[in-house]
T-cell receptor, first 114, second 116 residues
C-alpha cells in the first residue's frame, strides 16, 4: 500500500459528460502529481500541485482542470469527455524529505467513456 | 527536450535470461533517473534509481547502467523470473530545483514477459 488513495477505482460515463477524480496524498506529502496512462502513450504527466499551488503543467487539455485543497487532497476535473479520454488516471505524491524524488502512486482511476 | 524515449515497447525473455530496457533523454538538466515497475491493476512503484554522477547502480538482480555522454541509461534484470513480468517505466527528474517541486517525466513503458 503506497498510502495514496484514489477514488473512484472505476468510472464509466458518456461522451460530453464531466467527472471528478479524487486523490489523497500520503500523510505529510505536500506535492501531488496527476498522470494519464493510455495503452499507446505510456504515463503522460498532466499537472503538479504543491501545497495548494499549481507548480507545473504537462500535456493537460483545456477541458481538464485540477486543484489542491487546504487538506492537501486533489481533484482532477475532466469535462466534455471524449472517447479518447478513456484511460487510467494516476495521482502520485512525492516525499518532501526524500531528495531522490520518490513518487508514490495510487492505484489509479480507470475511466471509460462510452 | 522534455521527453524520455524508451525501448523496446515489449520484451519476451526466457526464465533465467537477462532483460535489458533502454532509455534516452535530451535535456542535460535532468538530474535523477528512476525506474518504476508496474503490475496489472496497480500503480507504478519505484524499483531502482541513479544519479548522473554514477555510471552503475546495482540492487539485487536489478542494475542501472548510465552513460552521461550518450545521454542514455538502461535497466538490466539478471536471472529474469516470471514474477518480474510487469511494465517497466524509466523516468527523469526535470529541472527546477530540488525535492518535491520537480516533476518526473516518464518513458512510454516496456511490457516485459518472462516465460517459464
Amino acid at each position: 500500500d503506497s498510502g495514496v488513495t484514489q477514488t473512484p477505482k472505476h468510472l464509466i460515463t458518456a461522451t460530453g459528460q464531466r467527472v471528478t477524480l479524487r486523490c489523497s496524498p500520503r500523510s505529510g506529502d505536500l506535492s501531488v502529481y496527476w498522470y494519464q496512462q493510455s495503452l499507446d502513450q505510456g504515463l503522460q504527466f498532466l499537472i503538479q500541485y504543491y501545497n495548494g499551488e499549481e507548480r507545473a503543467k504537462g500535456n493537460i487539455l483545456e477541458r481538464f482542470s485540477a486543484q489542491q485543497f487546504p487538506d492537501l487532497h486533489s481533484e482532477l476535473n475532466l469535462s466534455s469527455l471524449e472517447l479518447g479520454d478513456s484511460a487510467l488516471y494516476f495521482c502520485a505524491s512525492i516525499a518532501l524529505s526524500t531528495p531522490n524524488t520518490e513518487a508514490f502512486f495510487g492505484q489509479g482511476t480507470r475511466l471509460t467513456v462510452v | 527536450q522534455q521527453q524520455v524515449k524508451q525501448s523496446p515497447q515489449s520484451l519476451i525473455v526466457q526464465k533465467g535470461g537477462i532483460s535489458i530496457i533502454n532509455c534516452a533523454y535530451e535535456n542535460t538538466a535532468f538530474d535523477y533517473f528512476p525506474w518504476y515497475q508496474q503490475f496489472p491493476g496497480k500503480g507504478p512503484a519505484l524499483l531502482i534509481a541513479i544519479r548522473p554522477d554514477v555510471s552503475e547502480k546495482k540492487e539485487g538482480r536489478f542494475t542501472i547502467s548510465f552513460n552521461k555522454s550518450a545521454k542514455q541509461f538502461s535497466l538490466h534484470i539478471m536471472d529474469s523470473q516470471p514474477g518480474d513480468s510487469a511494465t517497466y517505466f524509466c523516468a527523469a527528474r526535470g529541472p527546477g530545483g530540488g525535492g518535491a517541486t520537480n516533476k518526473l517525466i516518464f518513458g512510454t513503458g516496456t511490457l516485459l514477459a518472462v516465460q517459464p
